[in-house]
Nanobody, 126 residues
């Protein structure tokens, strides 16, 4: 079983950047495909980005393509979400998720991930 802890959220002006980190412990990190999701007040949790176990496959929601980059450093047991050109619509709690059952693919649905962090708040002001 793996524990996930997000960090790096905060308040940023529109057009600015943030880098979120998700640190994993309690498991073999390289065995887990990872994803980022976000949830704004009153809305369902939505897919943002995902990365395969080796980092060779990535996927992004259309709303963040070209602005966000997911990456991982298996030596540091950490997955990152670099967020550039932030918009007020990006304001949400961002969650890190992982699952060791995902092999050779990435998944974009919340029910595809067994392990979740507690979230980190990202607020983008206009």
């Amino acid at each position: 079983q793996v524990q996930l802890v997000e960090s790096g959220g905060g308040l940023v002006q529109a057009g600015g950047s943030l880098r979120l980190s998700c640190a994993a412990s309690g498991g073999t990190f390289s065995s887990y495909a990872m994803g980022w999701f976000r949830q704004a007040p009153g809305k369902e949790r939505e897919f943002v980005a995902a990365i395969s176990r080796s980092g060779g496959i990535t996927s992004y929601a259309n709303s963040v393509k070209g602005r966000f980059t997911i990456s991982r450093d298996n030596a540091k047991n950490t997955v990152y979400l670099q967020m550039n050109s932030l918009k007020p619509d990006d304001t949400a709690v961002y969650y890190c998720a992982g699952d060791s059952r995902i092999q050779g693919i990435v998944i974009r649905t919340t029910d595809g991930y067994a392990y979740w962090g507690q979230g980190t708040q990202v607020t983008v002001s206009s």
